[in-house]
């Protein structure tokens, strides 16, 4: 496998770290790319012009965007949490891809604005429903300009650090078998539960024990402080 390729291509993609090209990050993408397991248009965050850049760095014939996988953006978007429902069940922060997410078992949690890429895999793990995907002042068709290519650039590149800290750490805790802070974790119940009761379970057993630690609950909806 060719690692200045697969550097390169990398270089290329987005460092959303979405996996909507179907493969666990950008780098790992970038390397089925080159050994032959992944076509070139399958990243929507990259769009056509992401396409095309790799198509001119293999010279090969450019191809539309897959929309199997998703499609492109045109504003670029956040996390956000409602810090009134979240019960503190740290699934978002299992799930985020680059760190961008704080908070500790059993207490709010708040998205670094700055740190998030978008890849909205934090939203679907949430059982309370409270992780929205908010669009930011910075239009994605305005970046033309050869000084928005460098923020873009740099953004990649710091998203890209986050991902490989990331990577790097759960390697580390797997192989020294540490894992401090995910023992604290609320693991989801291992059983044949249909996800809506699944969810149900998650979010009564969540909520007795905020409410037995967190005084705040009564500033929730009355549909929630009911359940
Ligand atoms: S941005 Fe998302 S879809 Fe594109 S290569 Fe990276 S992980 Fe895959
Ligand atoms: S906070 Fe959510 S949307 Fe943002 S990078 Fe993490 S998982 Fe993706
Ligand atoms: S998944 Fe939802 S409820 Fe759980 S900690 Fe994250 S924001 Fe809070």
Redesign the pocket.
């Known amino acids: 496998m060719s690692q200045l390729l697969i550097e390169k291509i990398d270089a290329i993609l987005p460092q959303t770290?979405?996996k909507k090209c179907g493969f666990a990050g950008c780098r790992p993408y970038a390397e089925a790319i080159v050994e032959g397991g992944a076509d070139i248009n399958q990243c929507p965050p990259g769009g056509q012009q992401g396409i095309q850049k790799i198509a001119e760095l293999l010279d090969i014939p450019a191809k539309p965007l897959n929309t199997m996988h998703g499609y492109p953006r045109s504003y670029q978007v956040?996390?956000w949490i409602d810090e009134n429902l979240c019960i503190g069940c740290t699934f978002?922060i299992q799930?985020?891809?680059?760190d961008?997410?704080v908070g500790a078992a059993k207490q709010m949690h708040t998205?670094i604005a700055d740190?998030?890429?978008?890849?909205?895999?934090?939203?679907t793990p949430c059982p309370m429903d409270c992780?929205s995907?908010i669009p930011v002042n910075q239009k994605v068709t305005d970046w033309a300009c050869s000084s928005i290519d460098a923020v873009k650039k740099q953004t990649a590149n710091k998203a890209r650090s986050r991902y490989q800290f990331r990577q790097q750490r759960i390697a580390h805790e797997k192989r020294t078998d540490l894992k401090t802070h995910t023992k604290e974790f609320i693991q989801p119940p291992q059983t044949q539960m249909s996800p809506e009761v699944r969810k149900q379970a998650i979010i009564t057993a969540a909520l007795k024990r905020a409410a037995a630690i967190r005084p705040q609950t009564e500033n929730k909806p009355d549909s929630i402080k009911n359940k």
């Not at 799930?95 to 680059?98: D, E, R, T, Y």
């Not at 740190?115 to 939203?123: A, I, M, Q, Y």
């Open positions: 770290q979405c956040v996390a978002c799930s985020c891809p680059v961008a997410i998205v740190e998030c890429t978008g890849c909205d895999l934090c939203v992780i995907m």
